[in-house]
């Protein structure tokens, strides 16, 4: 059974990360995705939900990076 606290797979442009999640019930498994965006606060990194005018692009590619992992990962099933 897949840890549900951990993503299945991740991908990451610069500060900007997808993460997939596996969403399984007794006769289907699917995929979530999150995004997220690391930022430095003093010493310790950080994350946020919340992304700016330069983040958009690389959202945008993730989320066709993250589409094409989660088709490819589901027709293998």
Avoid: C
Avoid at 20 to 41: A, E, G, P
Avoid at 50 to 71: H, I, V
């Amino acid at each position: 059974m897949q840890d549900s606290h951990k993503p299945v797979h991740e991908i990451r442009l610069g500060n900007v990360m997808a993460s997939i999640w596996l969403k399984q019930n007794s006769d289907m498994v699917r995929h979530n995705v999150t995004f997220r965006r690391m930022y430095k606060d003093g010493d310790k990194w950080k994350y946020t939900e919340s992304f700016g005018r330069e983040d958009l692009p690389k959202m945008g590619l993730l989320a066709s990076k993250a589409y094409e992992w989660m088709f490819t990962s589901s027709a293998a099933e």
